[in-house]
């Protein structure tokens, strides 16, 4: 059974330090991984994507519409933007934070309002998060995603693993402590 | 021990595993990674080079002097080095020479896709493409192999899917091989008519016939077989996805080593299967040589050569495509393309040029790429590296022509300009002109992730070395002193006064910015405290600080306000607020 699980989010915010960290605990819990992740242009305030797959055999990195198991998105509007993507049934987890992509800033765009309300009228399995909050009460708002990350250990039922470990081998000794605290209260949420 | 690895960091171990012992690259994504890796085995000399044709050349140099050589570049990077490829490929190596080729079929990050398989018939190197991280590791070892035994570089063409895919991979040792020795041989490494003619006929009666025996037998081309109903002739990613989508209810001609392409084994695979499939990404490479062999087959009559393939688009186009029940969320989901970042320093000149009226801009590849972006709005063309600066000068010459008063300006980075704006800047001052040039120097090579280039002051392995001054290069090819500004992009006022300077010249003109990159990490680090803050009594919301094009920077409920977390400090906003109603705070 392969499990897949799609990461959506702003150029910046780290979803490419969580995959990293999600992507080695799977490999020590002896899962074969494959995920991918694009990088360049992209990731400068960009939308970006990054998709994991896990099971005893898995051959494409890909996922495609209506196939991703679990969905986290870092930020709202990027949950709208990739939610046909997600599995009829599957589960969407939402930072309910706001980014202001350019085409808004200038006007050109609007920022949608009821992005959450409208979310939940269509997907059942769905938890509303604010990771950026939480960081922040930890003093420390780049610690956003490690909160994302425990939330999302949590939904994926992989608390077996040894994430601490994972996020003190990913990080700077300095930044362990707070790091940890995120990781314990995004599995709280 | 098995290791989870991207394609690109399992070619770089590949290499180190195969006693390659020199690596040449100029980045380019997906490709940069491979020789970030390789410059930490500490075996292997491994360079930055100006650009890939450098690159190419430094390579195939280490390769004839003995070394086994490894060579990186993005698809587009191999049109610039293709001189040196077609060459070699006549010359031929001492050391194996492998060329690296990361092609981009989703153009992620690339102003065009090419399929660069079509450089192996044409130029008549070997070629081979991985499927994964796997297969990257141990395909380089085979490359390195076949390009010593058959006397011939090898291209070796991965995509971005396999580049910045992380699979298991199974760590082996290194294998030294040494630096072999070299005895000169004018008959092979001078490529003079006489002896280019002799080498041409040797290729073609000697090493493409013994190439393709060796593709009908090596084990990199091999069938699974599965049910026989339908065959699938593949390669790269593309065997991986339809492997995801059939699974065992086919079997499979996969193909590792594909120029030449094994012409016996795809005719014995195509008489056992009932029903052809090729499945390939991009051009129908492998397709079209079936067909050439009097195969019946299905591909691109069903399968996009554009974009990227998955197994959703091969379940649609070859098995059935039926409407999914998906979600969808009834809002109007606003675009998010990439932007200038908070902080860099190369909106301040590109907010002075988006004031001017009648002027053009010849822009380039890199970051900057991002000025032609609403609000800053400032580009015409970017076509490749380079160009920045040579096409601005045909865009005058154009304009003289037809009696246009239009002003050029030509943007390149520091690193585009090391690449291959200096020579354009040669054309330039050569062939007269009044032209604008500007050079964004930032310090790095940042687009790619922030890599050493000749203005740095460092080396791929982190040595310090010369850093290569581009003013004093300015100066020396000629453009007059008083026609030089070197300018810090974070003061307008400076950044103003040199544009119109600028403006105005009738010889050609040159602005330095200087400023480095925001997010380089000593930068980050000096600015961490410094940010602007919008105080609301004096904004007015006339909105000139959203004519900078700063993400870090909105108007929500009618309140101007500036996320700290983005906010560097710059003080662009401030500069333009005609109110005073930005400060900047903190040290």
Redesign the interface.
Known sequence: MVKSLLLVGVGGQGTILVSKILSQGLIKEGYDVKMSEIHGMAQRGGSVTTQIRFGEKVYSPSIGTGEADVMIAFEKVEAARYLQQLKKGGRLIVNDVEMYPLPVLTGKEKYPNGVIEALKDEVENIKVINARKVAEELGEVKAQNIVMLGCLVKALELENIDWIELIKANLPEKLHEINIKAYESGLNL | M?K?LTGNEAIARGAYEAGCTVACAYPG??S?EILENVSTYKEIYSEWSTNEKVALEVASGASIGGARSLVAMKHVGLNVAADPLFTMAYEGVNGGLVVITADEPGL??SQNAQDNRLYAPHSKAALMEPS?SQECKDFVKYAFEISEQFDTPVIFRVT??VC?????VELGEREEVGIKEYSKNIRKYIMVPANSKAKQKEIEHDRIPSLRKYSNNTPLNRIEWGDKKIGIITSG?SY??A??VFGDEASYLKIGFSYPLPDEMIKKFAKTVDKLYVIEESEPYIENFVKSLGIECIGKEFIPACGEL???II?NVLVKDEA??????????????????AGCPHRGIFYEVSKLKDVVVTSDIG?Y??GM???LNVGDTVICMGAGISAGLGFEKAFKLAGVDKKVFGFVGDSTFFHSGMTGLVNAVYNKTNMVMVILDNRITA???HQQNPGTGKTLMGEVTEIVDIEAIVKAVGIKEENIRVVDPYKLEETKKAVKDAYEATEPFVIITKQPCALIKEVQRRRKNMYCEVVEDKCKKC?SC?KI???A???RDNVVSIDR?QCNGCTICAQVCPFDAIERMGE
């Open positions: 098995k989870l994504t997906p940069t992620h990050s994964d971005t899917r910045h895919s992380k699979g298991l990613i991986l996805h492997k995801e998955s197994p959703e379940r999914k029940d998906v979600y969808k969320a009834d809002i109007e989901v606003p675009s998010r393309p990439p932007a200038l970042c970051c790429t991002l972006a609403p609000p687009m790619t992730g909105k959203l094009g700063c993400p920077i909105s108007i977390a």
